[in-house]
């Protein structure tokens, strides 16, 4: 597609209970992104991948958050034993890494909005 | 880690008025000062963005101006509109280091006609 896709766009869930969600990048692009926001704040940082990698995951709150990338394109965060605190709107990005040089624009998706009763 | 401090956090103006946004960051290897702008339940947009090289850009109403000695980076909106009503979002890192883009917690601009 033609932007960063995300799915699914809203899902709510139980306490206790194990949760994916998806992030499809724009094609090419070889940085992606995991931010969550909560109501009233800005993209808090989670986990960052160049290529099939985590090139840095200092984000992720505790070990219940995970994400994976294993083919550098699509990648999967999940959360196991979903807290009441964990919704929020989880954010993907995607940025364009030419020769090595990361230009830094990151492109967002529309999101997907985790609600834990 | 890199820490991005934004302020005000809400701002209201009268069409026609500026706009001004500030943000401040901690880290001296900064070097891509982008904002970002965020629409009710839309995801975040990049309106402009300044590097390290320079110290102001402008698009048409819009610029940015950067201090790195003092580590902090403004946002101009001149003649502003009700659509320029939103929450607008500074951010900082050093792509070419691979530091993930750190954001500040946003300004909800209201602009009234």
């Known amino acids: 597609g033609a932007g960063v896709s995300q799915t699914p766009s809203n899902k709510v869930t139980e306490k206790g209970k194990y949760v994916e969600l998806r992030c499809d990048p724009i094609?090419?692009?070889?940085?992606l992104y995991w931010y969550r926001q909560s109501l009233g704040q800005g993209p808090e940082f989670l986990i960052y991948?160049?290529?099939?990698?985590?090139?840095?995951d200092s984000g992720l709150p505790n070990d219940r958050f995970f994400a994976v990338r294993p083919e550098g394109s699509v990648s999967t965060l999940k959360i196991q034993r979903t807290e009441r605190g964990d919704s929020a709107v989880y954010l993907c990005?995607?940025?364009?890494?030419?020769?090595?040089?990361?230009?830094?624009?990151?492109?967002f998706g529309e999101g997907s909005r985790l609600t834990v009763l | 880690g890199e820490n991005v401090e934004q302020h005000p956090s809400t701002l209201s103006v009268q069409e026609g008025d500026s706009a001004v946004i500030k943000c401040t960051y901690s880290d001296s290897a900064s070097n891509y000062f982008p904002w970002y702008k965020q629409e009710l339940g839309k995801r975040p947009q990049l309106i402009i963005d300044i590097r390290s090289n320079v110290g102001e850009k402008k698009d048409q109403r819009i610029a940015v101006t950067l201090n790195k000695t003092a580590k902090h980076f403004s946002l101009h909106i001149t003649e502003t509109q009700p659509e320029d009503s939103a929450v607008y979002f500074c951010?900082?890192?050093?792509?070419?280091?691979?530091?993930?883009?750190?954001f500040g917690k946003g300004t909800t601009l209201s602009v009234s006609s």
């Open positions: 094609s090419g692009h070889t940085a």
């Open positions: 951010a900082a890192s050093n792509p070419q280091a691979g530091t993930a883009l750190i």
């Open positions: 991948f160049q290529g099939t990698g985590a090139a840095d």
């Open positions: 990005a995607s940025s364009l890494t030419r020769t090595g040089t990361n230009t830094g624009e990151l492109f």
